[in-house]
T-cell receptor
Framework: KAGVTQTPRYLIKTRGQQVTLSCSPI?????VSWYQQTPGQGLQFLFE???????NKGNFPGRFSGRQFSNSRSEMNVSTLELGDSALYLC????????????????FGPGTRLTVL | AQSVTQLDSHVSVSEGTPVLLRCNYS??????LFWYVQHPNKGLQLLLK??????LVKGINGFEAEFKKSETSFHLTKPSAHMSDAAEYFC??????????FGKGTRLSVIA
């Protein structure tokens, strides 16, 4: 079974631009979460989507948004980029039962390295 | 609320000697606990997980961890370090549908 895939792997943007990152979960996984990893703040939760609905949200400004499609693929968007948005963005998927209960175990993709100049 | 404290930011061991990475957790619920490893420029790989079954959990690559509720600890061990074990290790807590909460990580160096 293929793992979690993320595209692109690397991105360079300038301040003020916007960016869209993509994540394809493991086949059969319907929950997708996004995390930001920086040297200073470590790994922080951004949001989680299940069945095209945002289920959980971390403490990030509204410039960070996401969505999920009917095939469970997910995208996250960052508008008006700031230097501090430079980070590794990790996507993770997990198996969720039809009733919405999720297994805690999450599987991570390789990440997208975003550099903001 | 849930939290994780990894007691060492950096651990250095010689190849062939035991590894101990320490983790304490706090959780209002019955927690699930995980250890993930991250090699340079890579994503996170699950090493092992505790989900209220056996308190001694065995993972991949010879790693294991013991859940001690009385000490709120979940330390990661390996009997004999290998050069390929050099990486960043994260202790993680979660329960139910809540997001994963990560510790700040422990960088493991293995000296030849």
């Amino acid at each position: 079974k293929a793992g979690v895939t993320q595209t692109p792997r690397y991105l360079i943007k300038t301040r003020g631009q916007q960016v869209t990152l993509s994540c394809s979960p493991i086949s059969g996984h319907r929950s997708v979460s996004w995390y930001q990893q920086t040297p200073g703040q470590g790994l922080q939760f951004l949001f989680e989507y299940f069945s095209e609905t945002q289920r959980n949200k971390g403490n990030f400004p509204g410039r960070f948004s996401g969505r999920q499609f009917s095939n469970s693929r997910s995208e996250m968007n960052v508008s008006t980029l700031e230097l501090g948005d430079s980070a590794l963005y990790l996507c993770a998927s997990r198996y969720t039962l039809a009733g919405g209960s999720s297994y805690n175990e999450q599987f991570f993709g390789p990440g997208t390295r975003l550099t903001v100049l | 609320a849930q939290s994780v404290t990894q007691l060492d930011s950096h651990v250095s061991v010689s190849e062939g000697t035991p590894v101990l990475l320490r983790c304490n957790y706090s959780s209002s619920y019955s927690p699930s606990l995980f250890w993930y490893v991250q090699h340079p420029n890579k994503g996170l790989q699950l090493l092992l997980k505790y989900t209220s079954a056996a308190t001694l959990v065995k993972g991949i690559n010879g790693f294991e961890a013991e859940f001690k509720k009385s000490e709120t600890s979940f330390h990661l061990t390996k009997p004999s370090a290998h050069m390929s074990d050099a990486a960043e290790y994260f202790c993680v807590v979660s329960s139910g549908n809540t997001p994963l909460v990560f510790g700040k990580g422990t960088r493991l160096s293995v000296i030849a």
